[in-house]
C-alpha cells in the first residue's frame, strides 16, 4: 500500500494517490490532472476510483477530467446529485482497492454529502481517514456553504457535532488524518500548518473534538468568528457540481502570446481585464493602464477569487518570462477559465511598442511619516479585520477595510482625497491601489506596510493578541 499526499500550497489543499497491488484510488483531486495519471503509469497501476469528499467551494476539481482519461468511477457520499456520471456512495458502503479496502462514512455538516473515507490496510486494521472539510488538523469545517440549503449553518453545525461524535472520534487513536486543507485556507478558522496528523492527538487538541462539549457549545464555538465566505466558493462548488470545460481546452486558449498590438486590440473588443502577476515592485514600477496586480508569488488564486466577481471575465495576462502556462493553470483552479493570452515578451515589449505606461508612487514608512507632518490626506489599512483590531496607527485620517471587501466599500472612500494605502507587508497594498487606481482614485503606496509602519514613532492602539479578540 502506498499513500502520497500531493499538497498544493496557494490553495492550502491536499490532493491524495492511494495505490494497492496495481489499483489506485485518488482523493480530492486538482484540476490539472496528467499528473496523476502520470504517476500511475509510472508505477505500472490503473486509476479505479476517484473519491471527492464533498463539492469542494474553494477550488474546481479535477474529477470530471480524471474520470474522462482513465474511465475511473468517480464516488462521493451519499445525497451528492450532479449532472454527470458518479457512484452516490450509500453510509458505509465499502470499496474494494488491490489489497486494501476505503469505506464511506457519511459526515454530513460541512456540506450535506461531505463524507470521509476510512481506509483499512492489508491486515483489515483502520489505518487512515481522509477527511476532506469534516475534520482538518485544529479545526473542522466552515457549516455555510452547502449549495441551495433549505438548512440553516446552525443546522448544519449540529449535524456536523453528530458526524464528528458518531463517525469520527469512535475510531481508534491512532488512525491517521489526511484533511483536505491546512492553514491558509479559508474553509475553516484556525487550521493547523501541519497537514497529517493522528486522530488521537486531535481528540486532545482540536477544540472541536471534545468529550466534554454539549451540542449547544459546539454549534457557537463553531460559528463564532466566520467572515462571509469569497464569493467565488459558491460559484465553484456549482461548477464542480455541474461539469466544466476539458482543462487542456482552458490551457490551450490561456497560453496563447500575443504581441502588444493584438494585446491592445483584444483588450478594447472583448473588455478583458488586464492581470498583472507580476511583483508588487515591478507592477508600480510600470504598468499598464487600468491592469490590476495580483502577484503570482503570493496567494494568487485566493485572491483572484474574492476580487474578480465574474468567473466568465476574459482576462489577458502579464507576467513575469516563463511563468504564462502556470498562471493560466492557477486562474483555472478557481474557475476563470476564460483568459485569452498573454503580452509576449512582457511589460518590456510594451514599453519598446511605444504603448502608455503607468506607475504608482510607493514611498517608505519614514518617507510616509514626513508626509504626514505636511498634512497628508487619508491613510487607508486593507489588511483583515483581526489584524486591524490586534493593533493599527491612530488619528482621524486612518480608515479601514479589509481588500476581500474592496467592491463593497468603493463609496466609502472620496475621490478628491489622496489615499496613502497599506497592509502588513506589502502585497495586498498594491493589489488594492491598483484596483483603486484602475477606478480613479489617488492612491500612494507605503512599502512594506504595517510592519514597517511600526518600527516609526506614529500613534498606534495598545497591541492585543488575536487569540483573544472576541
Known amino acids: 500500500m502506498k499513500i502520497e499526499q500531493i499538497y498544493t500550497g496557494c490553495l492550502a489543499q491536499g490532493a491524495y494517490y492511494i495505490e494497492s497491488n496495481g489499483e489506485?484510488?485518488?482523493?480530492?483531486?486538482?484540476?490539472?490532472?496528467?499528473?496523476?495519471?502520470?504517476?500511475?503509469?509510472?508505477?505500472?497501476?490503473?486509476?479505479?476510483?476517484?473519491?471527492?469528499?464533498?463539492?469542494?467551494?474553494?477550488?474546481?476539481?479535477?474529477?470530471?477530467?480524471?474520470?474522462?482519461?482513465?474511465?475511473?468511477?468517480?464516488?462521493?457520499?451519499?445525497?451528492?446529485?450532479?449532472?454527470?456520471?458518479?457512484?452516490?456512495?450509500?453510509?458505509?458502503?465499502?470499496?474494494?482497492?488491490?489489497?486494501?479496502?476505503?469505506?464511506?462514512?457519511?459526515?454530513?455538516?460541512?456540506?450535506?454529502?461531505?463524507?470521509?473515507?476510512?481506509?483499512?490496510?492489508?491486515?483489515?486494521?483502520?489505518?487512515?481517514?481522509?477527511?476532506?472539510?469534516?475534520?482538518?488538523?485544529?479545526?473542522v469545517g466552515r457549516p455555510d456553504l452547502a449549495i441551495k440549503s433549505d438548512l440553516t449553518k446552525e443546522d448544519l453545525a449540529g449535524m456536523l457535532f453528530d458526524s464528528l461524535r458518531t463517525k469520527i472520534m469512535p475510531l481508534p487513536d491512532d488512525v491517521i488524518v489526511y484533511p483536505a486543507h491546512g492553514a491558509g485556507s479559508a474553509c475553516g478558522k484556525n487550521l493547523s500548518k501541519e497537514t497529517v496528523g493522528i486522530l488521537g492527538e486531535q481528540k486532545k487538541t482540536n477544540y472541536a473534538l471534545r468529550a466534554d462539549m454539549t451540542r449547544e457549545e459546539f454549534i457557537d464555538e463553531v460559528l463564532n468568528g466566520i467572515l462571509p465566505p469569497p464569493q467565488y466558493f459558491a460559484k465553484n462548488a456549482m461548477m464542480n457540481k455541474s461539469g466544466y470545460d476539458e482543462f487542456e481546452t482552458v490551457l490551450k486558449k490561456g497560453d496563447t502570446p500575443l504581441d502588444p498590438e493584438i494585446f491592445e486590440a483584444i483588450a478594447n473588443q472583448e473588455g478583458a481585464l488586464v492581470l498583472d502577476v507580476r511583483s508588487e515592485k515591478e507592477f508600480v514600477q510600470a504598468h499598464i493602464p487600468n491592469a490590476i496586480s495580483i502577484g503570482l508569488h503570493g496567494s494568487f488564486a485566493p485572491w483572484v477569487g474574492a476580487l474578480i466577481t465574474d468567473l466568465k471575465q476574459p482576462i489577458l495576462l502579464v507576467t513575469p518570462e516563463g511563468k504564462e502556462k502556470e498562471t493560466v493553470t492557477r486562474l483555472s483552479r478557481v474557475g476563470y477559465d476564460n483568459t485569452l493570452g498573454y503580452l509576449d515578451g512582457g511589460i518590456q515589449a510594451w514599453i519598446n511598442a511605444g504603448k502608455d505606461i503607468e506607475h504608482i508612487e510607493s514611498i517608505s514608512a519614514n518617507a510616509y511619516v514626513e508626509r504626514i507632518k505636511h498634512g497628508a490626506d487619508y491613510t487607508l489599512d486593507v489588511r483583515k479585520d483581526g489584524e486591524y483590531q490586534s493593533e493599527h496607527l491612530k488619528g482621524k485620517h486612518v480608515q479601514h477595510f479589509a481588500l476581500d471587501f474592496i467592491n463593497d466599500n468603493m463609496s466609502a472612500i472620496d475621490k478628491d482625497k489622496t489615499y496613502y494605502v497599506h497592509c502588513a507587508g506589502g502585497y495586498r497594498s498594491v493589489i488594492a491601489a491598483s484596483i483603486l487606481k484602475a477606478r480613479g482614485f489617488d492612491v500612494i503606496d507605503i512599502a512594506g506596510g504595517f510592519d514597517a509602519l511600526k518600527k516609526t514613532n506614529l500613534p498606534k492602539t495598545n497591541y492585543v493578541c488575536p487569540s483573544t479578540l472576541e
Open 24 to 139: 489506485v484510488a485518488i482523493v480530492d483531486p486538482l484540476r490539472e490532472t496528467q499528473q496523476y495519471v502520470d504517476k500511475a503509469k509510472k508505477e505500472h497501476a490503473k486509476i479505479k476510483y476517484i473519491f471527492e469528499t464533498h463539492f469542494h467551494a474553494d477550488f474546481v476539481s479535477g474529477h470530471v477530467d480524471l474520470a474522462k482519461k482513465t474511465g475511473a468511477t468517480i464516488i462521493y457520499g451519499p445525497g451528492a446529485k450532479t449532472n454527470y456520471d458518479i457512484h452516490e456512495a450509500k453510509d458505509n458502503e465499502v470499496f474494494k482497492l488491490g489489497d486494501v479496502r476505503i469505506k464511506v462514512l457519511h459526515t454530513p455538516g460541512h456540506t450535506l454529502e461531505s463524507s470521509t473515507f476510512l481506509l483499512f490496510d492489508e491486515q483489515g486494521k483502520e489505518h487512515a481517514i481522509f477527511s476532506g472539510d469534516t475534520l482538518f488538523l485544529g479545526d
